[in-house]
């Protein structure tokens, strides 16, 4: 499935937040085959990140990206805004393309089986929307 790189943080996120819910097996197999996808995919965006950050960040005395910490975070420190501002340019650019992300699919009668039996979960209405992206469309008959 094609996915703008943005789109693959959030969804992560968001099936990420389903981890302890009690699913039906299909559809707990599929959310964490997912996740592993989507978290590959999410490192090497990442990883993109810091070496854009890397690039434009001050540097210390041995040529190293100057670092910070902001809220318990570790943050590169810019010297110029300029310098910044075309670090969050050229990170937004790779949050545009789009990737081919291998998405595992189930029925709609996979969620509905969360309904079914009391032993499951019951996802919330932002929960399945949060799941649709991996949900076949019924076939029209």
């Not at 943005?6 to 085959?33: Q, T, V």
């Amino acid at each position: 499935m094609k996915m703008r790189s943005n789109e693959i943080e959030s969804r992560l996120l968001a099936l990420l937040k389903l981890g302890d819910k009690m699913l039906p097996f299909k559809l707990s197999y599929a959310i964490g085959r997912n996740t592993e996808n989507l978290e590959k995919e999410y490192n090497r965006i990442n990883a993109e990140r810091v070496k854009i950050c890397e690039g434009f960040a001050a540097k210390d005395e041995e040529g190293k990206p100057k670092t910070k910490i902001n809220d318990g975070k570790s943050v590169f420190v810019f010297e110029k805004s300029e310098d910044e501002q075309k670090a969050v340019d050229a990170y937004n650019e790779i949050l545009e393309i789009e990737t081919d992300v291998n998405i595992f699919t189930v029925s709609i009668e996979d969620v509905e089986r969360c309904e079914s039996l009391e032993k499951y979960s019951v996802l919330t209405v932002k929960e399945q929307r949060d799941i649709m992206f991996m949900i076949n469309a019924p076939k029209e008959k």
